[in-house]
């Protein structure tokens, strides 16, 4: 989200700087499945919206998926259907419904190559990321007019804003036995998942996990097993895939996202850009357009 931003920011004219207390690579956002869907997020009258602005820039990219990580990739929503989604749906190509679910050709997203592309786009727009751990946003409104605020579950204590919690998501990673589609089983009143979604390189992210307010980032061996257990029931080979890793990465909720901007100190402008769950992905690019849309003044030196 801050990647994003920033870069929408950086073409529109302006100066940009990014302060990160991690760089990308150690991110929520590194260890995320990826795969452009409206999940657990609201509101759905502007989810859709800023869903359907990214899914436009991530099937461009999608032309280039060794450079920029993005792939078109055929799958199932178990147990969706079309009827059931907002009025987004319907500017989505090929969603089609069938007797195992929702079938859709989707952008899926190989998040390490992704956000290395995403820096090296800062970097030609002439973004300077700096590794900075800030403690309050006084910090930034104290050096810069303009301040964006994109720090995820960070915004509970940096706003502060207790609306935010985690909600976890362990992912198990094997060698793929040969799956070349995703697939997704949500259960909206559980904490379990199951989804499984093929990357480059032979490998299978399988998942999941949704639970709130845990904090946790090592992974639990006997959720691990469990997650493969449900994924081999979708796709038997599964169950003989060797385990290569394991990954743990806590979503920011919040019962609303929040794109807002205030004016605070010495008339300075803070827009806040967070609690985008686990889809922050799917809006990225909407949210960042919609909050550089934020930034007023003119274009030159921030």
């Given amino acids: ?75 199932v929503h178990a147990g969706t259907r079309l009827a059931g989604l907002g009025e987004w749906a319907g500017e989505v190509a090929g969603l089609r419904d069938t007797a195992e679910g929702l079938a859709a050709r989707l952008p899926l997203i190989d998040m390490p190559v992704h956000l290395a592309w995403l820096r090296g786009e800062l970097a030609a727009a002439g973004v300077e990321v700096e590794l900075r751990e800030v403690r309050s946003l006084d910090e930034a409104v104290r050096v810069a007019p303009v301040v964006v ?14 609306a935010v919690r985690p909600v976890r998501g362990q992912l198990v990673i094997v060698e793929n036995p ?3 589609t995703w697939y997704t089983a949500a259960d909206e009143a559980s904490d379990a998942t199951t989804y499984f979604f093929p990357q480059p390189g032979g490998r299978l992210l399988l998942g999941g996990t949704a639970e709130v ?18 994924c081999a029931a979708v796709r038997p080979e599964i169950a003989g895939a060797r385990v290569v890793g394991h990954r743990v990465g806590l979503r920011p909720a919040r019962p609303g996202v929040r794109v807002e901007r205030e004016v605070v100190g010495g008339g300075r402008v803070l827009v806040h850009n967070y609690g985008h769950g686990g889809a922050g992905v799917t809006v990225a690019w909407g949210c960042a357009e919609e909050a550089a849309g934020l930034v007023v003044g003119p274009a030159g030196p921030r």
């Fill in 1 to 75: 989200m801050g990647m994003a931003t920033a870069l929408v920011l950086a073409r529109s004219g302006r100066r940009v700087r990014v302060w990160s207390r991690e760089p990308a690579e150690r991110t929520t956002s590194a260890v995320a499945g990826a795969l452009w869907w409206p999940y657990r997020i609201d509101p759905v009258e502007r989810v859709g919206p800023w869903s359907l602005q990214s899914l436009r820039r991530y099937a461009e990219w999608a032309r280039r998926p060794e450079e920029t990580g993005v792939r078109m990739v055929e799958g």
């Fill in 149 to 162: 605020n994109c720090s995820g579950l960070g915004a509970r204590e940096l706003v502060p804003d207790a």
């Fill in 178 to 180: 040969g799956v070349r």
């Fill in 213 to 230: 307010d845990a904090w946790s980032l090592e992974p639990d061996p006997g959720v691990a097993e469990a997650i493969v257990k449900r």
